[in-house]
């Protein structure tokens, strides 16, 4: 038996309620594809749906499922070619119905942290969509606001660092952050989401897995 999955529920549901007086809504499931069938259906015929970049909803093949669904109007993020094609691209994001995302991490109190280079993710969060669905799993959990930037910027940055392709940050060369103002830095937006200011705009999906950074 995995003892610490055993805890998941409990800790997921003192989560939601904290989620809750902060003005968002908060769903738990226990397992990634169950997750993922739940997001696909709570998006309606025809709705429009773009994301921001998310390990966690590549892992959980989200956003190759609503790439190939017929009845979403996918705007994939990854299209643009050039700075003006990106730009187009993301006035277009912000006007979507559905954004798809992840949080670096997510306190026992309710509050979000994330990091962002370009910050396009979080400022699709922060405003722009309709509907915000910010997909964790229970690894991004943690106590309290000072645990969840020390995530962010310790385990999430370096590994992300990696995955963008980048290669002289402090982070990824010594394992740790040293609040560096690199070229190559992607931790330039630090955003804490402590409520939302339209009630149900933003809604978590909590995961029984590991998932992401």
Not at 144 to 154: C, F, G, T
Not at 188 to 207: A, D
Request: glycine share 8%; aromatic share 6%.
């Amino acid at each position: 038996m995995d003892y610490m999955k055993e805890t998941y529920p409990k800790l997921a549901a003192s989560v939601i309620r904290k989620l809750e007086a902060r003005n968002m809504n908060g769903v738990y499931f226990a397992a990634a594809e169950e997750a993922k069938r739940a997001i696909l259906a709570e998006m309606p015929d025809g709705s429009s749906v773009t994301w921001g970049g998310s390990m966690t909803c590549e892992q959980m093949g989200l956003f190759e499922a609503c790439l190939s669904s017929s009845r979403l109007q996918a705007l994939d993020r990854t299209a643009a070619k050039t700075p003006e094609e990106r730009r187009e691209l993301y006035a277009r994001q912000t006007l979507c119905d559905y954004f798809l995302m992840s949080a670096n991490a997510v306190t026992m109190d309710g509050e979000l942290v994330n990091i962002d280079g370009n910050g396009n993710r979080v400022a699709c969060l922060i405003t722009g969509p309709a509907h915000v669905f910010v997909i964790c799993g229970m690894n991004k959990i943690v106590t309290d606001l000072d645990s969840a930037v020390k995530r962010a910027r310790n385990t999430a940055a370096p590994a992300n660092v990696l995955r963008v392709g980048r290669t002289e940050t402090p982070c990824l060369k010594n394992g740790r952050c040293a609040d560096c103002l690199s070229p190559e830095s992607i931790c330039n937006q630090f955003v804490i989401t402590r409520r939302s200011g339209v009630k149900g705009r933003i809604k978590v999906f909590l995961i029984g897995e590991a998932l992401g950074y």
